[in-house]
């Protein structure tokens, strides 16, 4: 629906909102404001990048991985190469988690980089609400009652040693 002013109506221009970016050029990802924290919403996982600038990182380094979160604060997070996250277990969430970089079972050559193996990353965070009463083997037992979030993906190229 399009609203038009009345011919004698005063009509105010736009009210024009100030945002203020705080940019991390950390890890070649531009960050933008951080998301409300809301403890009534799952949390969601809004931007997600891995890797030094350019996404390049070298084998055996510990890569950042930069993220912003919405809604309810994490309790844990994942990261795998796989989509499903086969093997990947959840650990206690960090502000800044990393990840070890290795170029075995890469996904392609680095478009650029003809040393380096573009691998791809999948990241997950969950929010534990409180416990919930299940019944297992005829006993009631108290296990977590968690929110997952949804999955954002990144590529990093990783590229040997130097001197490998």
């Known amino acids: ?25 950390c890890g070649g990802l531009a960050l933008g404001p951080t998301p ?4 009534r919403q799952p949390p969601v996982v809004v931007q997600f990048a891995a890797g030094e600038p350019l996404g390049v990182a070298r084998e055996g380094s510990e890569v950042p991985l930069l993220h912003r979160v919405a809604g309810a604060r994490p ?13 990947a277990s959840w650990r206690p969430y960090q502000e800044r988690p990393t990840w070890q970089a290795t170029r075995a079972g890469a996904d392609a050559p680095c478009r650029d980089r003809a040393e380096g193996s573009l691998v791809r990353l999948h990241f997950q965070v969950r929010t534990v609400l409180g416990e919930q ?24 190229c990783v590229i040997p040693r130097s001197g490998s």
């Open 133 to 156: 009463v299940r019944v297992v083997d005829g006993r009631r037992v108290l296990t977590p009652l968690t929110s997952e979030s949804n999955v954002l993906s990144a590529a990093v």
């Open 36 to 39: 409300p924290q809301d403890p």
């Open 75 to 87: 309790t844990h997070f994942r990261v795998s190469r796989r989509t499903d996250f086969g093997g």
């Open 1 to 25: 629906m399009i609203l038009h002013p009345q011919p004698n109506s005063v009509v105010s221009p736009p009210v024009r909102f100030r945002l203020i970016r705080l940019i991390a050029l």
